[in-house]
């Protein structure tokens, strides 16, 4: 008794097995988190170190250069840029794929407190600032007020909402925007200096200062203490009001008392006038919510509605909020339309079937199979502690039509039987000991075909371990369900009847097709140099169709929202951003399918400038338009063109995670030259880049725009009035820098205290020539001991991994695929690079260098294992061959319609062509193993043997193609969130499948006439 016969013969335990997979896959399944993406860390660390009032050069050399320096030999670390701006030095290192955030934080940590000391004495210490997961957050809450400020909204987010927020499960971090200097733009204690009454009272800023830090200060006297009893003693050593500070006194002039009001204007103001915020063109600020990188997305962003919902009752009546931003509505909704895509799959699978036997009672049993072997599948999921994502949905898209192979071939092997003479019980232990064999080397083929792609690195392995996993979980209980429940259930479901009515009508059509197939197939055979001519063409236009289709990382998804990231002239002030960033929303508005939208201004996403403002258009949903943002993206890039106070750029977000965001092309120029030169070489390859007609917009980081004041101090002048360089230092500092002094506290939280001069007072360089300074009890001015002129120099100073730098962002016109773009960028700069100059990436540039090459190489990896496999079962290394010649029919079947410009190649399009490895190796496999036995059982030669093998399995082969090409339609009909990736991956195996399985059909037997072994030997007889 054979395997199978043992589950024919015992129904009930074929039926308890498969309803104890079922039960614990449903288990499963409701266990598991639903994400968009499988679980990654991509983790992002920012150094932020301010030293106020210190020019770009003068951060780069004293804080970013000796901080890199050390970062640098931190492990784990894959890139690290930095930008050098006045009175900031910023420097992000992007950590490796799902290292430890922890250890990236401690590292960098202990690494930075190697030169901590080192520090310029001005400067503040650096704050560390940690990113778990994509660049955009997963939600951004705006709250707005036509009546409140930014800093009044900021304060109550940052004593009621936000501490609210971080409380709701998962969240891992709630934070306020704009930043301001700490946890948002909020208040603090601004002293105005007037330098024309310091002047007169001879007050020098200096001498604020020091009274802003001696009388303000934070004390902690201790307690009393007796035998019996002790008391906290409080000392008013600080302020806490603006009467306070106003009061302060900071100079005597004999009996006089000089106070703070009479040299300065004291105000509750704010931290950073340079960045605001607006929602709908409000006054605004935003909470953006990072989840945990365990946490299920939906069930975080349900949680801080209702939370939020729950604050709402509690909000100032002037305060309002709306959400203008949140991923889990994308997630949610293409996870709508791929659970809908797995129904429609289902039923159409299910369909063709029953219009190829022509038998409900034939059909019931895939229906039974498919999703039995869909659910339990689920268990070993779980097993491997995967989630509910898109590419795990994707995946069990494609099981639907890779686990009714078995069913199929099952069924209709054991039908055939019946139709031979059998009686169902006879017939399906027959079967079953036929097509044991063939079918566990199909199953294991498909498991070797989809293991590499699951043991790959980097972003291809992050993403796609789980949807190869999940592919080959599904196939494993097929292959068991298809060894134990379908014979069982065919031997019961199937009768003996002669087929009537339309499955006679199906059966008489199928015949007749067969016959043309036997002779069509007879003359080839006779005819085979032909054949092998049109296969090795085949073969050969593989490689120059790759070549030639177009490259990107991933198609651009639909989600709903486009950016625009704006750059102004380096002297922008906060009211030139608002008036145009203003126009920007106002364009935005006239689209019909404007929903809301968001601004941030005076900001940069380096981290260094204020001259940049971002916005966002919020779409309608996508049920309720007709275009999609692929569409509209150049329709709103030529709308804001108009804005000539801004160099715009219109964008959409990565389809894939783990990219830096901004602009998709970023080309970074490095080298150990000065800036000026990479600048020149920067804006010559902008040049070529504008002229190509490739690009719909081309800018650089590195901008020599920015005017800046040289003080130059006779150090002789200074010297004979007795001023040193500290001195005039510390004099300037307080007037111009905008650093602070120290906090204080209101209401129980601590705010900045920050000196400097009135915007009147320093509005343009000559006013700086009525500073004065005191030297030998004299009031001096400034203009005294220093003159001026004018340089232009960068805003700020890149860095790329520790070398200077340019990078170039841009955006590919419409059609133009990033392969493209980031091809002709790099041949240019062959080009035209000096010696020394070197190129290399950021954000999804980089993923897409990085993975390009990747999956061709488990590509080969694959064919090579699926080799080795079939080798071993074959027992032959010649039979492999001729059942993998099929590879190159299916592949160049793909690549025709991808060269054709209906696809690129992609992260999905080049799994999907490994995924027709394993999908068109089983159609061969059939072939070759029923040739071979019907040469060793009935003593028929190769061709006769070829021939019957090719006649008999022609049914089941057209049925699992069939099935499997029909049941791609729906990926290919993909409307809607995700429809691109879903699409892309239809395509390759709709047309590779067909097309090789109708070549294969030809060039199988004639492979098998060239390379097949003659097993006439074999024969006993």
Known sequence: MTFTDFFVRRPVLATALSLVIFLLGVRAYLGMTVRQYPKMTNTTVVVSTAYPGASPGTVQGFLTTPLERVIASAPGIDYMTSNSAEGVSTITIYMKLNYSPNAAVANIQSKIQQVVNKLPTGSQLPVINVTVGDSTDLMYIAFYSHHMSQQQITDYLLRVVQPSLVSVPGVSQAQIVPAGTGAGNTFAMRVWLNPIKMAA????????????????????????????????????????SVRGFRDLVVAHRGPTLVRLKDVARVTLGAESY????????????????????????????RGVRQELARLKTQFPPTLHTRVPYDASTYITAALHEILTTIGITLLVVILVILLFLGSLRAALIPAIAIPLSIIGGGLLMWM??????LLTLLAIVLAIGLVVDDAIVVVENIHRHIEEGKSPIDAAMLSGRELLSPIVVMSTTLVAVFAPIGFMGGLTGTLFSEFAFTLIAAVLVSMVVALTLSPMLSARVLTKNPPHGIARFIDERFEALRARYDRLLRSSLDYRPATFLFAAVMLVSVYFLFTSTKQELAPQEDQGIVFVAGVAPPTATPRYLRTYGMQVIHDFKSFKVYDKSFMITGFSPAGAGTNQMMAGMHLVPWNKRSISTMQLQPLVQQKVSHIAGLQLAVFQRPSLPGS??????????????????IDAVADRLIGIAQRSGLFAYV?????????????????????????????????????????????FDLKGRSYEVIPQVSDRFRADADLLKSFYLQAGGHMVPLSTIVSMTTEVEPQFLPQFDQLNSATIQAVPMPGVTMGQALSYLRVQAHKIFPTGFTINYASESRQFMHTRNGLLVTFFLAILLIYLLLAAQFESFRDPLIVMVTVPMSISGALIFLSLGLGTIN?????????????????????????????RRDGLGKREAVEKASSIRLRPILMTTAAMVIGVVPLLLATG???????????????????????????VPAMYMLLGTDHGHDNPH
Do not use: C, W
């Open 907 to 935: 992260i999905y399009t080049e799994v999907g062509l490994i995924t027709l490895i394993g999908l068109i190796t089983k159609q061969g496999i059939l072939i070759v193993q029923f040739a071979n036995e019907a040469q």
């Open 660 to 677: 830096a965001g901004g602009p998709p092309v970023q080309f970074v120029i490095q080298g150990n030259a000065g800036y000026k030169k």
């Open 699 to 743: 800018a650089k980081d590195l901008r020599y725009d920015d005017p800046q004041i040289v003080l130059h101090i006779h150090r002789s002048m200074a010297a004979a009035l007795g001023l040193n360089m500290q001195t005039i230092a510390a004099n300037l500092q307080p007037l111009l820098s905008g650093n602070y002094i120290n906090r």
């Open 201 to 240: 009272l001879h007050v020098e800023p200096a001498q604020v200062a020091a009274a802003l830090a001696g009388n303000n200060y934070i004390s902690a006297v201790g307690r009393t203490r007796s035998a019996t009893r002790g008391e906290v003693i409080r000392a008013t050593t600080s302020l806490s």
């Open 384 to 389: 491997m502690h995967f989630t509910i994502n």
């Open 274 to 301: 340079t960045t605001q915020a607006f929602f709908n063109g409000t006054t605004a600020a935003y909470i953006g919510i990072q989840p945990t990188p365990q946490a299920n997305s939906l069930t975080v962003a």
């Open 977 to 1003: 969130p995700g429809a691109a990736a879903r699409f892309a991956l239809g395509l390759v195996i709709f047309t590779g499948l067909s097309l090789g399985s109708l070549f294969s059909l030809f060039v």
